[in-house]
């Protein structure tokens, strides 16, 4: 299993590394491009598809093919497959009609009227965009669940080349705007679905079986219903909220700190892609699980720490010089934002260690308990009190709360040893090493060049203390050389 896992997730890395990258490349075009209120009705127009599939989220299909695919043998994989296919599609479907009984409705006046405004002027624009984010983020799914991941990073790989390309020609001859943008984003999406048809076309050649379906629906999917509704509700109703009481151009600066989010997803979205999958299969040979989550934890606390505590140091640099100087928040509001995406992506492992052990219901607890932490103080930030920094903390509070759930649950299950005080020590010394580096290179940021610069100054003084204080050991250098090796 070990070469497997190490093989996929070369083929998941490969992938994950490059579209995050190209994912942060496309914000700066977008942010040189368009002002703050631009950009905020950019990323509202994902909201409002987020909003359109949430009835597709909460029936947690993509959970069931994870969990199921591999371990099915061929033929019943094939007809599952079409089954969960021909759901899907009719979740679509019902998503483009609410789409325009929205519009119709005018219920997007309640949030923001430039939001309604630019949705009706851009109805069947908008309509392909839910389209077709639906039917791609269902193809990457079915490759992942088919095992199937030198696939998977393909088609993202063709993907980001082909949006992040459409966007720099836009930028260089001064056409990027918001619909020229979703545009690109639509015809990648469609390009990448094309792909992923003609390479799975074999897979859809079977008389769907929805009686296995309905039978796995219930034991898998079906429990997860409240959980998924939690969770969703919870991604949708903060941006909502900030629109409404802080304006689209707020909600544009806000996406900007969200955006340094990518870089914790860089590290996290390798593994967290392939877990589950890899998760089912271990337990259905009845192997243990303890070694994979306790290296996850060791490698995802050592790659993120020096990750929050430089956006600590360079978040606002980083903005300034790589956004645009009109995106900059206050800094406790970056400071907040990035300690909750480091936890979060730390925590990237709970849902599937929830889905493969059965208990559903600790994943809808860990939910509601995050949910109430994180909204209630977003509803006080944004209309009691008028402030981000309070909603930053929600995001921090939300983030605590999963982990500490998250792991009570799993020292229930797994033997995970507590860190040494060498390890620690370690760490803190090389974390300590990184911030005196970039304190004293900090004075000479003055643009791009030197703001990554600096970047990459901590970050070789941080690897470099890891290995001369001997943290890295034997075994895990061994797994680094497996990983790397062509």
């Known amino acids: 299993m070990a070469s497997d896992f190490i093989r996929d997730l070369r083929w998941v890395s490969f992938a994950e590394v490059f579209s995050q990258a190209a994912s942060f490349a496309t914000v700066p075009l977008l942010t040189r491009a368009l002002v703050p209120s631009e950009y905020g009705l950019y990323r509202s127009a994902f909201v409002v598809v987020s909003l359109l599939m949430f009835v597709r989220g909460v029936v947690n299909l993509q959970p069931l093919l994870l969990d199921q695919l591999p371990r099915l043998e061929r033929q019943r994989q094939r007809s599952l497959t079409v089954a969960v296919s021909v759901c899907t599609v009719a979740l679509t479907t019902m998503s483009l009609v609410g789409l325009v009984l929205l519009t119709e409705i005018g219920i997007l006046n309640e949030v923001s009227g430039r939001i309604q405004e630019f949705v009706a002027a851009n109805l069947w624009l908008t309509m392909s965009l839910v389209a077709s984010r639906s039917l791609y983020q269902y193809g990457l799914t079915v490759c992942k669940a088919l095992d199937e991941f030198a696939t998977y990073s393909g088609v993202k790989f063709l993907y980001e080349m082909t949006f992040l390309g459409a966007l720099v020609a ?17 015809g990648a999406s469609m390009l990448a679905i094309g792909i992923i048809l003609v390479i799975v076309h074999d897979e859809l050649r079977a008389k769907p079986d929805f009686g296995k379906l309905i039978g796995e629906y219930r034991r898998v999917s079906a429990p997860l219903i409240p959980r998924s509704l939690v969770e969703k509700t919870k991604g949708l109703t903060p941006r909502f909220l900030i629109v409404s009481a802080f304006g689209v151009g707020t909600f544009g600066s806000w996406s900007v700190v969200f955006s340094l989010a990518m870089s914790f997803r860089l590290l996290s979205r390798p593994f967290s892609e392939i877990l589950l999958p890899k998760i089912s299969k271990a337990l259905s040979e009845g192997q243990s699980l303890d070694g994979l989550v306790y290296q996850y934890y060791r490698v995802m606390g050592t790659l993120i720490s020096p990750a929050v505590v430089g956006g600590w140091l360079l978040g606002a640099e980083v903005i300034q010089y790589v956004f645009g100087a009109e995106y900059v928040l206050a800094d406790v509001v970056i400071w907040l934002l990035l300690a909750g995406f480091g936890i979060q992506s730390i925590n990237a492992i709970t849902g599937s260690v929830y889905v493969a052990t059965d208990r559903s219901d600790l994943a809808t607890y860990t939910q509601i308990l995050s ?18 920094i309070i909603v930053s903390a929600g995001y921090l509070a939300e983030n605590l709360i999963a982990l500490s759930i998250s792991l009570r649950y799993q020292s229930t299950i797994l033997e995970l040893p507590r860190p040494s005080f060498e390890t620690v020590w370690k760490l803190c010394l090389s974390l300590a090493m990184m911030v005196i580096a970039v304190v004293l290179v900090e004075p000479w940021i003055a643009g791009v060049p030197t703001t990554f610069a600096a970047v990459a100054v901590g970050a070789a003084t941080y690897f470099v203390t890891l290995y ?16 790397v090796s062509i």
Do not use: K, M, N, P
């Not at 836009?170 to 639509?186: C, E, G, K, R």
């Open 371 to 388: 949910a109430v932490g994180l909204l209630s103080l977003v509803l006080l930030g944004a209309f009691v009190f008028d402030s981000l």
């Open 170 to 186: 836009l930028f260089a001859v001064d056409l990027l705007t918001i619909v020229t943008a979703i545009s690109a984003y639509v």
């Open 468 to 483: 001369a204080t001997g943290f890295i050991r034997e075994q895990e250098w061994e797994l680094l050389h497996q990983f």
